[in-house]
């Protein structure tokens, strides 16, 4: 059972994103984080302009923030973002990761850490490595995996590094994810 879903991308990724948060109607019973790489001077706007399209809440969480169920927490640009526990988002001003802050990798592993076999993790489109370590870390605590098919994506170099390194539980499109996770969104 999907305790928490937890999707990263970058270059390519937005439209799969802005897809997703459009089509979802009601609020998950699960806390959706979401680590996407942008441009650290673009510090505000990406959380406005998925919320204008979503029925769901879409915040960039503050250090400390609790979680909840039903909501989708993007992280803010320039930051790391950590899963601590189940129950709280740490933010990070550490040095960037594969040149990203966020870091997909910090946030898929502490989220890994934090879940385990609960959670289901999402690499989507990219042109860097980063989400590969993730990646593994969720296979490591027996997390679900899936990976955005080369194939369909803009940029594939993310989710061929994960091929490299991995084998996801599941090779799906842009449309197969979505429709995946509001398959999950209604079993949970």
Same mark, same amino acid.
């Given at each position: 059972?999907?305790?928490?879903? #937890?999707?990263? %991308?970058?270059? %390519?990724?937005?439209?799969?994103?802005? @897809?997703?948060?459009?089509?979802?109607? #009601? =609020?998950? =019973?699960?806390?959706?984080?979401? $680590?996407?790489?942008?441009? *650290?001077?673009?510090?505000? %706007?990406?959380? +406005?302009?998925? %919320?204008?399209?979503?029925?769901?809440?879409?915040?960039?969480?503050?250090?400390?923030? *609790?979680?909840?169920?039903?909501?989708?927490?993007?992280?803010?640009?320039?930051?790391?973002?950590?899963? +601590?526990?189940? +129950?709280?988002?740490?933010?990070?001003? !550490?040095?960037?990761?594969?040149?990203?802050?966020?870091?997909?990798?910090? $946030?898929?592993?502490?989220?890994?850490?934090?879940?385990?076999?609960?959670?289901?993790?999402?690499?989507?489109?990219?042109?860097?490595?980063?989400?590969?370590?993730?990646?593994?870390?969720?296979?490591?605590?027996?997390?679900? $995996?899936?990976?955005?098919?080369?194939? !369909? $994506?803009?940029?594939?170099?993310?989710?061929?590094?994960?091929?490299?390194?991995?084998?996801? @539980?599941?090779?799906?499109?842009?449309?197969?994810?979505? !429709?995946?996770?509001?398959?999950?969104?209604? *079993? !949970?």
């Amino acid at each position: 059972m999907t305790s928490a879903l #937890v999707i990263g %991308g970058s270059a %390519g990724s937005f439209k799969i994103v802005s @897809d997703l948060v459009r089509t979802i109607s #009601v =609020p998950m =019973p699960f806390p959706v984080f979401l $680590c996407l790489h942008r441009l *650290k001077q673009v510090r505000t %706007g990406i959380a +406005e302009i998925l %919320g204008d399209t979503s029925m769901v809440k879409i915040i960039e969480p503050a250090d400390k923030t *609790k979680t909840e169920a039903g909501i989708i927490y993007l992280a803010p640009a320039n930051y790391h973002m950590f899963i +601590e526990d189940r +129950e709280t988002i740490s933010l990070t001003i !550490d040095a960037p990761l594969n040149h990203s802050r966020p870091s997909i990798d910090i $946030c898929f592993g502490s989220a890994a850490e934090a879940y385990g076999e609960n959670l289901t993790g999402i690499l989507l489109s990219g042109a860097n490595t980063d989400g590969t370590s993730g990646m593994i870390a969720l296979k490591k605590q027996k997390s679900y $995996c899936i990976i955005q098919d080369p194939g !369909d $994506c803009e940029i594939a170099t993310m989710t061929r590094s994960v091929l490299q390194n991995i084998d996801p @539980d599941k090779i799906l499109t842009a449309r197969q994810i979505i !429709d995946f996770i509001l398959n999950l969104s209604q *079993k !949970d």
